[in-house]
């Protein structure tokens, strides 16, 4: 490291570099197809300068290839390739394998011993693929290629590493910042557990098959790559990586990166089941993804850091950006032909969102809380649930007072989507406060235009005997098809600090349920 790379306080982790922002496929959890910026190449001279500004701060970490699009759409790629590996970049390109048919291409990538070359395998079914729409290239010719790729690294005595890249609904069908109403699933890949469990099946007996068909025709070849493997990941074989179906972990397909890495059913060849978190909560993208249903994000306000924003990336236009997340340059970071790299790398925009990411409304939008509601009305319902809980209430515990429930922290927000044209409000709650605390109820009305909530529409005082259940009812006019955000305030207390029992929470109010009805109560005076 020379002396100008020492002054970078935080040099990059990983660097991104999009190649291209065009695709040949539509992947249901990407948002390519939704991309608000033109369709274009990263230019030569553009990535030139930005590498060669790289390396003039002794920089030289990890790049990853892809931010949007596919990279190898861009021809540029190869020559790229030799360059990375000459200066010493370890090298990751994820491709959804459509131009890997080429032999002469295949032989082009597995030259590089820098390279982890991901397949991007995220389409394990006849259906499920067509339904990506590249039926124009037949599923099963499109499966022959990736055992073609990892048969390739064998004869040809590559030192690249290939992972077979297979997407996962688990972890985001079980995301607590992810609620909605008919689910989240977005990539439909089986009809259910037990299918998937078959594919899983048959697909390692076919990769045993493939390492005893390898060993055989390529002996020296897989006996390199075996010895060169055993000492590449000794201190993570048996934790992270299995190295045989025996010591794959129960639920490994459903686990996530940092727990459990990979299947190495060949030497260098990881099959990894991405268990995909939601890209993108733009509201573009949702609108697609989430189609029928209303979504909305409410952002996350507490300060805290990430780990994304460690890196840097170039998009094909030439605008910086700090993550993969930040797909249409919202930050707004700085353009390679404008600015320096060093500026960038220096700039106390970047320190400040490394401290705390929330000070950007992208990444308040990330780790916020996403809500899918169903549209359709319920003409022949009189009452309607509220089932939304977003910021200050915890999660529900069901033996709450023996009622079941959960707790504000003093100020929580809860959502409906009016699907009948609602009367009154109804509340079940217990204070334990004394009877005169003050205790507020509020309910907003969402603005699309402006796509905000902006103002208190009603709100009311709460009468809570400490220690009893209370109910509360008054009266409001929801309109059909319309969000609506419901507020409650009270004082706070910590069970740890006054009663001694551990809890270390910040408690507000036990809220019992919460529903909207179309039978009229007597309003009381709203106060403001």
């Known amino acids: 490291m020379n002396d100008r790379a020492a002054s970078i306080p935080d040099p990059p982790g990983t660097i991104f570099l999009e190649l291209t922002s065009a695709c040949n496929m539509h992947c249901a959890f990407c948002p390519s197809d939704v991309l608000r910026r033109p369709k274009e190449h990263l230019s030569e001279a553009r990535l030139k300068s930005f590498l060669g500004q790289l390396h ?9 290839l892809n931010i949007l699009g596919e990279p190898l759409l861009n021809k540029k790629v190869y020559p790229l390739l030799d360059d990375l590996e000459a200066a010493g970049h370890p090298v990751t390109l994820i491709t959804n394998m459509t131009l890997l048919g080429d032999g002469a291409l295949r032989r082009e990538l597995l030259r590089h011993g820098n390279l982890t070359l991901a ?28 055992w073609k790729v990892i048969e390739d690294k064998f004869r040809l005595n590559s030192g690249a590493r290939l992972e077979m890249h297979v997407a996962s609904n688990y972890v985001m069908s079980r995301d607590a910042t992810i609620q909605a109403d008919g689910g989240a699933g977005l990539w439909a890949n089986f009809p259910d557990e037990k299918a998937e469990g078959r594919w899983i099946a048959r697909t390692l007996r076919r990769l045993e098959r493939l390492a005893k068909r390898m060993k055989r025709r390529y002996p020296d070849s897989f006996a390199s790559a075996r010895e060169t493997a055993a000492v590449k990941y000794r201190d993570h074989v048996g934790t992270k990586i299995a190295v045989d179906r025996a010591g794959l972990p129960p639920g490994f397909h459903r686990l996530k990166d940092e727990v459990f890495w990979g299947y190495m059913a060949l030497p260098d060849v990881f099959l990894v089941f991405k268990s995909l978190e939601l890209w993108t909560r733009d509201r573009t993208f949702l609108q697609t993804a989430f189609p029928g249903r209303f979504t909305y994000v409410e952002e996350r306000l507490e300060p805290r850091p990430c780990p994304m924003t460690g890196n840097l990336g170039l998009l094909a236009g030439g605008n910086f950006v700090l993550c993969c997340l930040d797909y249409e340059g919202e930050m707004d970071l700085g353009h390679i032909d404008r600015t320096p790299v060093a500026d960038v790398l220096r700039a106390e925009r970047r320190a400040a969102v490394r401290r705390d990411a929330m000070a950007e409304a992208l990444c308040r939008r990330c780790r916020g809380n996403l809500f899918v509601f169903e549209t359709t009305l319920l003409p022949d319902r009189a009452e309607q649930t509220v089932d939304k809980f977003g910021r200050g209430f915890w999660p529900r515990e069901d033996g709450l007072h023996g009622v079941g429930g959960r707790w504000t922290d003093g100020k929580g927000w809860a959502y409906v989507y009016a699907r009948l044209p609602a009367r009154r409000i109804r509340l079940a709650f217990r204070s334990d406060f004394d009877d005169d605390a003050p205790l507020r109820l509020a309910v907003s009305a969402y603005d699309r235009d402006a796509g905000a909530f902006p103002a208190v529409s009603a709100s009311w005082p709460l009468a809570g005997r400490k220690g009893r259940t209370a109910v509360f009812e008054a009266g409001f006019d929801f309109l059909s098809d319309r969000l609506y955000r419901i507020e409650i305030e009270s004082p706070s207390f910590v069970p740890d600090e006054t009663l001694g029992n551990s809890d270390t929470r910040r408690l507000g109010l036990a809220v019992y349920s919460i529903s909207i009805g179309t039978t009229p109560a007597p309003p009381p005076e709203p106060g403001r």
Request: proline letters at 11%.
């Open 56 to 64: 003039d701060l002794g920089l030289r970490p990890p790049v990853l």
């Open 119 to 146: 397949l991007s395998f995220q389409t394990a079914t006849p259906r499920s693929y067509a339904l990506r729409g590249y039926s124009r290239l037949p599923f099963r010719a499109y499966e022959r290629i990736l």
